[in-house]
């Protein structure tokens, strides 16, 4: 069984950074497309950012500028660092799989506010 631990989020205030990270507990990373997904409350969870096992990466047009999606193979990681953040950017973060998910990890919550 797989399992996701995300963390890195916290409160910060408008225009600040946040890098998040994601540990996979096995060493298979390397085979699959993995996405960073968040949910805000009472909304949808929604991807917002992906990687390919080539690191080619994609975006939502809401994110597309600031945040950067990143992988590391070999420490079965998987990064967020998230610049430019806006009180709209206020939602429990995931990882998972693009397609075929794993179980979900318990998130870690980002708060942007002033």
């Known amino acids: 069984q797989v399992q996701l631990v995300e963390s890195g989020g916290g409160l910060v205030q408008p225009g600040g950074s946040l890098r998040l990270s994601c540990v996979v507990s096995r060493s298979i990373l390397s085979d699959y497309g993995m996405g960073w997904y968040r949910q805000a409350p009472g909304k949808q969870r929604d991807l917002v950012a992906s990687?390919?096992?080539?690191?080619?990466?994609n975006y939502a047009e809401s994110v597309k500028g600031r945040f950067t999606i990143s992988r590391d193979n070999a420490k079965n990681m998987v990064y967020l660092q998230m610049n430019s953040l806006k009180p709209e950017d206020t939602a429990v973060y995931y990882c998972?799989?693009?397609?075929?998910?794993?179980?979900w990890g318990q998130g870690t919550q980002v708060t942007v506010s002033s």
């Open positions: 998972n799989r693009v397609y075929l998910k794993w179980p």
């Open positions: 990687i390919d096992t080539s690191s080619r990466t």
